[in-house]
Structures are given as structure tokens and as C-alpha cells.
């Protein structure tokens, strides 16, 4: 046994104002905190308790604007333990020059929307073709090279998406305004529609006599809009008050939606803040009494200071609707289904009566909690399949106040050992197997309740991470995390008696003399 514990120390007891604090272990071979088991000084012990596990219906809504939204979401995907997701994106435009000049008689040539999804770079996935014959537009012997990178998808790959744009018609306000996934607005002219592969294409060309570049063009998504809508609603425009400031023009021109046309296949993230809408059109210039035609290109803001938020749908499967209820059942769901973007989360409570139990090992054997964690398998049966599993949660402590306000916090544990270096919210194990599990980690916040006489709280579990600074890498905030763009999902095996192996509990290491 004492070989056993001290194998899976990773952490060791540090010094607070003189207080010695045990920290939390994870279970791989180390050396530290072995010296806490040598000479028989201590007696180490493991223990199981069954848990309160179960599933927090959130409405299929969440925040998902401005403010929560460091990368967005576009896409559908149905699979048949949550049914369908589906998430669609809107955002106001912003012109990005107020007054602008296009030039005399400036007539549009065309106009592109450009979108940066996540992609891969591995040399693997990438697919590169290079033409040795090309013949540049300007008449150039030339080579060509399209290199081409698949997105980032979590759902079924090998499906194609139509990807559509529309005109908004309804006012967006401001970014002071807080918008939900369930945030419905009116749509007008469809201005542009693309057949989408899943992958960007990177473009270069240079001349044979000297490999001088003659074209160079990133990886992106591009969707080609109606060039005769923003002839009208932009250009010809020019010198009216609707063009003059920020607020006319965000009442003129109210915004764009990007959907997809399909129900089922994947769900990608892009980057809010490198949208982007150009129009290239042509102008009369004229030079010592000679006018030509001369290109132009104006581009439309649709970065971080407008408006912006997913509007996620749901169809959900019969499977979910039969193990998950629309308030939480507190004796213990047999099922947990944790779903990101506005989907279920899962609470846990240690029951009381495990609480009393460890009190009064406390109080009369003089335990010293080494290790306390909740593990959490995923269900075997319902989870078998290739999805990405999700690489971590984004685990809190619940409170309800006396007037039924509920806040959340993080563990003590965060605190406690913010500055340790190894301490790990939470651990995921096996993840390319059938079962995969999660570990918790909870020593501080356990022994803040069994010495100290804290309340035992609920602890709430969502798909998602927490936001750090890019600075410090601290913990943002607990109201910072991903879950608003995070499409994973899983199902874990939660309170479920006849399933004794792989049912939710919780794991302690203790000391005694």
C-alpha cells in the first residue's frame, strides 16, 4: 500500500503561515512526497464514497456575444445521444472610414467576404499542388501554388456545408447589450452562397525568369457577394448622411448573418475579429488631362467593436429527452450529458452522511487528507464512438444565498495552490479509450469542510475551459470561459448503483499515525 501512494504523489505539503496544507495528487510516479511515508511515519488510505451526480438542464442557452465569444462558431451537427446542434453567426458592419470617397464613377467589380477558420498545419493534412505551366493574367510564364488546409471540425469531416449570407434587418444596438444563443433576427437579401469543402486554400505565383512573387493570397475562406447590393447600398452612397458616422450608418447598414443550409456534418471555429467584407470596384482617375480606369478596394469592419453573437438551435434526440429532465433531479441522474454552447452541464454534492463520516474520522482517528478527487467515467455503452472527447471542464463551486441567488467560485484549491506549479483543476485520463475518465481534483476544498465546518456545496461541471491572461496566465475569472464556443460533448456515467465499477465517487487519500 505504502508503495502503492507513493507512487502517484505529484504534490507535496507547502507551508502557508506556518500551517502545513496538504495538496492534491494526480496518479503518476514521483518522488515527491515520498519522505511522508518513509520510516512508518504515516499509514496511507485510500477510500471510495459514492457521489450525488446529476444533470443541470441550462435551457439550451447561454451568453454567446461580445463579451464571451473569443472565437465563434458556424456549422450543424447531429448525432443520436443529444440530437442536433446547429449554430449560426450574426454580426453588425461598420464601415471602416467614415464619409468615404470612392472616386468619380467608382463601379463595384466584386465583392468578397473573408473568414479565417481554425485549420491544421501539419505537414500530414496539408495538401499541396503546384502548376509549372501557369500563365499569368498579364500574360507571364509563371508557377502556381494552391496549398490546401483542413479546418479544425468536431462532428462528421467528410461532409460539405452550403454556407449562406444574409442581410440583417434588424437593429442590433449596441455592445452594451448582453445576446443569447436563443436571440432570433429578421433576415433580408440573400447576398451570397458558397459550397464549402472544408478547406482553405493558400494561393502563390512567381514568375519563371527570376521566382519574383507576382501573387500571394493566405489561407481563407472567401464567399463572393452580390456585388449589385453594395453597388447601391455603399458606393453609390457616397457623400450621404447614412456614410457620415458610426450610429447612421450602423441603423442603415444593421448587419450580416452567416448560416448553414445542411442540419448535419460539423462545427467550426473562427476568429470574430479577422472578418472581414471587400469591395473592388473601378474609378476614373484623371492625371495631366488623362482619366483611366483605376482599381480600388474599400473594406468593411466587421471586427470586435460591432455587435456579435451566436444563435444556436436545437432538435433534440429521444435519448436526451429521456435521461435528461428539464430541473435537476438532486437524488442522482444515472446518466451525466455535458454539452458545450448553451447544452447540460452536471452538478455533484458529496452527501451528507459521507461528510459525517469523514468528520468523525477527523475528530477521533486524526486523519490527514492527502487526496481528494471526484472521478468520473465516461458511459462506454452511449459514448462509443470517435468524437473528440472533451480535454477538461470547467468545474465551480455552487452557492444559494438566503434570497435563492446562486453564485459560483472557484475550489479553494485554486487559491491554496494558485503559485505550485503541478496543481490541476481537472485531469483527463485515457482519453482515445472506451472508458475514458475525469478526475477532479477537491483535497483543499474537502478539508476546508471537514476541519474548518464549511458548508458542503454543490459542484457544478460545464464543458469548457476557464480564459487565462496572456500575460500572467492566471485564471481570468470564473465567469471567463470557453463553453460559449466549445462544441464538444460527452456522456459520463453519473449515480448509478448498478454499475459499481465506473459509477461517480469520490477517491480519498488519507494519513493516520
Not at 442581410?167 to 436563443?182: A, C, H, I, R
Not at 448503483?497 to 494519513?511: F, R, V
Request: hydrophobic content about 35%.
Amino acid at each position: 500500500m505504502i508503495k502503492e501512494i507513493q507512487n502517484i504523489f505529484r504534490l507535496f505539503f507547502i507551508l502557508i503561515s506556518g500551517a502545513a496544507i496538504t495538496v492534491a495528487c494526480e496518479p503518476e510516479p514521483d518522488q515527491l512526497g515520498m519522505q511522508f511515508f518513509q520510516n512508518g511515519t504515516a499509514e496511507g488510505t485510500e477510500a471510495s464514497f459514492d457521489v450525488i451526480a446529476y444533470n443541470v438542464y441550462n435551457n439550451d442557452v447561454l451568453e454567446a456575444d461580445n463579451d464571451r465569444l473569443a472565437e465563434a462558431t458556424l456549422g450543424a451537427f447531429d448525432e443520436a445521444n443529444f440530437g442536433m446542434q446547429k449554430s449560426s453567426y450574426v454580426t453588425q458592419v461598420r464601415l471602416s472610414t467614415y464619409d468615404p470617397d470612392f472616386g468619380k464613377n467608382a463601379i463595384v467589380d466584386s465583392v468578397v467576404l473573408q473568414m479565417k477558420p481554425l485549420y491544421h498545419t501539419a505537414t500530414d493534412s496539408v495538401v499541396t499542388k503546384t502548376y509549372e505551366d501557369y500563365i499569368h493574367p498579364d500574360n507571364v510564364a509563371a508557377k502556381k501554388v494552391v496549398t490546401s488546409y483542413p479546418i479544425k471540425k468536431y462532428g462528421k469531416a467528410k461532409r460539405n456545408f452550403t454556407i449562406n449570407v444574409h442581410e440583417v434587418t434588424d437593429f442590433l444596438s449596441s455592445t452594451e447589450s448582453n445576446f443569447y444563443s436563443n436571440q432570433q433576427v429578421n433576415t433580408g437579401a440573400l447576398l451570397g452562397t458558397k459550397s464549402f469543402d472544408g478547406y482553405l486554400r493558400a494561393i502563390k505565383i512567381t514568375k519563371d525568369s527570376d521566382n519574383s512573387e507576382l501573387f500571394s493570397r493566405d489561407a481563407a475562406l472567401r464567399i463572393s457577394l452580390d456585388k449589385n447590393f453594395f453597388q447601391s447600398k455603399i458606393i453609390d452612397k457616397k457623400g450621404s448622411f447614412e456614410l457620415k458616422d458610426v450610429a447612421s450608418f450602423i441603423r442603415y447598414f444593421r448587419g450580416l448573418k452567416f448560416s448553414v443550409a445542411e442540419n448535419d456534418g460539423y462545427i467550426f471555429n473562427f476568429n470574430p475579429n479577422e472578418l472581414s467584407v471587400i469591395i473592388y470596384y473601378k474609378y476614373d482617375k484623371t492625371e495631366n488631362n488623362a482619366t483611366t480606369r483605376t482599381d480600388g478596394s474599400y473594406t468593411l469592419d466587421l471586427g470586435s467593436t460591432n455587435v456579435h453573437f451566436n444563435q444556436i438551435q436545437y432538435n433534440r434526440s429521444n435519448t436526451f429527452l429521456t435521461y435528461v429532465s428539464s430541473t435537476p433531479n438532486t437524488t442522482g441522474d444515472t446518466k451525466l450529458f455535458l454539452q458545450g454552447m448553451g447544452g447540460p452541464g452536471a452538478e455533484v454534492l458529496i452527501p451528507d452522511a459521507t461528510i459525517a463520516q469523514l468528520k468523525n474520522l477527523y475528530k477521533n482517528e486524526k486523519i490527514g487528507l492527502l487526496s481528494a478527487k471526484i472521478r468520473l467515467y465516461s458511459d462506454a455503452a452511449l459514448w462509443n464512438n470517435t468524437y473528440a472527447k472533451p480535454d477538461t471542464f470547467a468545474t465551480l463551486l455552487k452557492t444559494v444565498d438566503t434570497d435563492n441567488k446562486t453564485t459560483f467560485s472557484f475550489f479553494p484549491d485554486n487559491t491554496t495552490f494558485a503559485y505550485s506549479g503541478v496543481y490541476k483543476m481537472v485531469k483527463a485520463v485515457d482519453l482515445d479509450k472506451n472508458p475514458a475518465y475525469y478526475e477532479i481534483s477537491i483535497t483543499q476544498l474537502v478539508k476546508n469542510i471537514i476541519e474548518k465546518e464549511e458548508a458542503n456545496k454543490p459542484i457544478s461541471i460545464n464543458v469548457g475551459s476557464f480564459q487565462t491572461s496572456s500575460s500572467t496566465g492566471a485564471l481570468l475569472g470564473s465567469d471567463y470561459t470557453t463553453k460559449a464556443y466549445t462544441p464538444n460533448r460527452i456522456v459520463l456515467v453519473g449515480s448509478d448503483p448498478n454499475n459499481a465499477q465506473y459509477k461517480a465517487q469520490l477517491k480519498l487519500i488519507y494519513s493516520k499515525k
